[in-house]
């Protein structure tokens, strides 16, 4: 079992920025690829962020540049830093533990404002 808990989702207006961080426990395994995603209303969970265990890291388009996923394997953490904020940002993001098996954790909101 894994056990995944976001923080850091808040308010913020547009332009600004946030750094959200997954604490992960339980049998975790550092060679796990981590994954950040999110959710908005009315719409399906998109993949933000991945990262390897090596650090290698893949965006899409849309957070390309203004996101930046990155993970310290001693702590068990991955990180989001999130500039340039866009009220299309806001969303739950959800931090993934690729397995298999792969575990969510609970979510955390972001709004951002126009």
């Known amino acids: 079992q894994v056990q995944l808990v976001e923080s850091g989702g808040g308010w913020v207006q547009a332009g600004g920025s946030l750094r959200l961080s997954c604490a992960a426990s339980?049998?975790?395994?550092?060679?796990?690829?981590m994954a950040w995603y999110r959710q908005a209303p009315g719409k399906e969970r998109e993949l933000v962020a991945t990262?390897?265990?090596?650090?290698?890291?893949t965006y899409p388009d849309s957070v390309k540049g203004r996101f930046t996923i990155s993970r310290d394997n001693a702590k068990g953490t991955v990180y989001l830093q999130m500039n340039t904020l866009k009220p299309e940002d806001t969303a739950v993001y959800y931090c993934?533990?690729?397995?298999?098996?792969?575990?969510w954790g609970q979510g955390t909101q972001v709004t951002v404002s126009s």
């Open positions: 990262i390897s265990s090596g650090g290698t890291t």
């Open positions: 339980g049998s975790i395994l550092s060679f796990n690829f």
């Open positions: 993934r533990y690729i397995g298999p098996p792969s575990y």
